[in-house]
């Protein structure tokens, strides 16, 4: 009888399941294949002695190898493959076909996000190896972070979670390049880590959902939005007194550098939710610079009416910018 017991990289050594720990010691031979196996420590502390073995190249010669390891074994046999390598097929075949009973047993299971792990690595690796990563600042990459949030808004628009996926993964590496190259700073000089970012992130969602992590009862979606702003309101006179400032304000965090139809929409909410008219969402005063100033001041007024309707103004307007451009292509067809 051989076990192939297989472990992960993302796992940390000796973190294995009742089963694995079971077959270890109830084996009669354990083999691995490098004396650098990350599992070495952890079995040799619990007792479990190992033995190193080198497997020829050819998946035929491991397979017989193995075979003959197992039946010069008093009993069962366990083989560690190295972390990360799956069951190769022809592997087991070749076993079964030398009429060894194999049993394939995962050693510990990844928790969800474990992969992200290997991402951390590549972009550390990348940082230091490759020349256009090393120059890169948080200035130089805030066009890419941009670019790559609206290619993710596309693929929603497109009804494509396939790219979505992908595009995703993309927005992903521009947190991951931001953190890395703040841990290249110390603490004191702002910098932090990808685990920093990780437990901000963990604490803010604990602290705005009450419902879920305390003894807040909700019994809306709408319930939830209340309670939110409420403890965004706290969170900004926080901000506030620490900073030494004056009072906060509802516009206080609001990102001026976002697209103007989206600014003026996030403005309208947040004083909407300070209780401001909404008759006062366009200037009342003529505009100074003419008919320019009157069409800004209708666009405020646009994007009330698209609010007060349940709409997303941004939304509405990239809606109707595809339509017109499948018109012009439609036109382009038609030989114009």
Not at 80 to 105: C, T, Y
Not at 170 to 183: C, E, G, K, N, Y
Not at 315 to 325: D, I, M
Request: charged share 20%; aromatic share 4%; hydrophobic share 45%.
């Amino acid at each position: 009888m051989l076990t192939v017991l297989l472990s992960s990289p993302r796992v940390a050594p000796g973190l294995l399941t009742w089963q694995a720990w079971s077959a270890l010691r109830a084996a009669s031979r354990v083999l691995v294949g490098s004396a650098g196996h990350p599992q070495l420590p952890a079995l040799t502390a619990a007792g479990v002695i190992p033995e190193i073995v080198e497997l020829p190249a050819d998946v035929a010669g491991q397979a017989a190898f193995l075979a003959a390891a197992v039946a010069a074994a008093d009993g069962p046999a366990v083989w560690l493959p190295p972390p990360g390598d799956g069951a190769d097929a022809e592997l087991l075949a070749g076993l079964s076909a030398a009429g060894i009973q194999v049993l394939v047993l995962h050693g510990a299971q990844e928790p969800p996000g474990a992969h992200l792990l290997d991402l951390v690595s590549i972009m550390d690796t990348l940082r230091v190896s490759c020349p256009w990563d090393r120059e890169q600042t948080h200035a130089s990459l805030v066009r890419y972070l941009l670019e790559e949030a609206y290619e993710a808004v596309e693929t929603v628009e497109d009804g494509d979670p396939a790219s979505l996926r992908e595009e995703l993964g993309d927005v992903l590496l521009q947190v991951l390049f931001h953190a890395r190259i703040a841990a290249e700073r110390a603490a004191v000089e702002g910098g932090f880590t990808i685990d920093d970012v990780a437990d901000t992130l963990a604490a803010k969602l604990i602290r705005r959902h009450p419902h879920v992590f305390g003894s807040t009862a909700v019994s809306s979606a709408a319930d939830v939005n209340r309670n939110w702003e409420e403890i965004k309101k706290a969170e900004r006179s926080q901000r506030s007194a620490a900073a030494g400032g004056g009072a906060p304000s509802v516009l206080d965090g609001v990102p001026f550098g976002q697209p103007a139809l989206s600014l003026a929409a996030q403005l309208q909410r947040r004083a909407e939710r300070a209780g401001m008219p909404g008759d006062s969402f366009a200037a009342s005063d003529p505009p100074r610079d003419g008919d320019a100033g009157e069409i800004g001041e209708e666009l405020m007024r646009v994007v009330a009416r698209a609010q007060a309707t349940g709409l997303d103004p941004e939304f509405e307007l990239r809606a109707a910018a595809r339509r017109f451009a499948e018109r012009v292509r439609s036109w382009e067809r038609s030989g114009g």
